[in-house]
């Protein structure tokens, strides 16, 4: 029996990762602030994970063979982890973020060494507790956390780099609604002049994915994307074809807001190395249907699509 620590792991594909560690037979402990209850059949500590001493606290003697942590967010939580986790585990798994290539513009889908975390330089002295703050340097927060875990030599772990996540019936982003509302109404959908396409993975697949590693013994970043990316026209296709009626316009702006998944530069990341490590990840777009269903509900999907698509620039 393994000894698994889960950091948050409350929702999405974190409580998917919790079924399938316990359905394994592992000893699952979770640990929150108690604002809500975790998986049945785990072992529940309730600590601040901002509060060192809260932690240790909540810890006490406790060792494990694998922390994954769901919600580290900042490098002010990845100092914290490192210290208090450094001896209580063979190995720690951080749940990280396609958006730390978010300086790297490129055309071809990106490799893990297009950002060394040992070269991204940290600062503890930006306002990290500030939710407004933290919200809009989302991506910054998560390179700074990777840059406090990789500065240890003596500390094994992994960075999972996530795709965009779609599926689910408790999608709690909102993002898919974005777009059903605008294609129920047929209301414009702002996207840039030049809209890239993006990778995404679905929930179950992450979840799978984060299963697989806990039981690997790599280090380092590592991408999880579903093979081939799909375009912002890709994802409202697939949503007009489950809603009677539905309507696609694609508007292209200069300036201001963008739909949620459109992008002006490149969020397509290569999924080589977890493939030669022994992940075989699906398609995107052989998923990308039950996704829509899953999240948006499957009332009223009409047996044949007939939904009109339009594209204005």
Known sequence: MREICVIGGNRYFGKRLID?????????????????????????????????DSLEKALGSRTFDVVVDQVCYTPRQAEIARRVFAGRTRRYVMTSTVEVYEYEDAAAPVAESAVDPRTVAVDQGLP??????LDAHYGEGKRQAEAVFAAD?????????????????DDFTGRLEHYAERVRTGEAIAVPPVNHPATYIHVEEIADFLFWTVGEDFTGPVNAASHGPLTTRE?????????????????AVESGEVSPFSFSRSYGMDNSRATRLGFAFGDAREWLAR???????????????????ALSM
């Open 153 to 169: 030599p003596f500390f094994p772990h992994v960075t999972v780099r996530v795709a965009h996540v779609l599926g689910g019936d």
């Open 128 to 133: 990290w507790g500030d939710p407004e703050f």
């Open 291 to 309: 996704a829509v269903a899953e999240t948006l509900g499957k009332a009223g999907r009409p047996a044949e699509a007939d939904a009109v698509t």
């Open 20 to 52: 399938r560690l316990t359905a394994a037979g592992d000893r699952v402990t979770v640990v929150n602030r108690g604002s809500s209850a975790p998986p049945t059949g785990t072992v529940h500590l309730i600590a601040d994970r901002d509060d060192e």
């Open 235 to 251: 994802l409202c296709d697939a949503i007009a074809a489950h809603l009677p009626g539905g309507r696609t316009l694609l508007r």
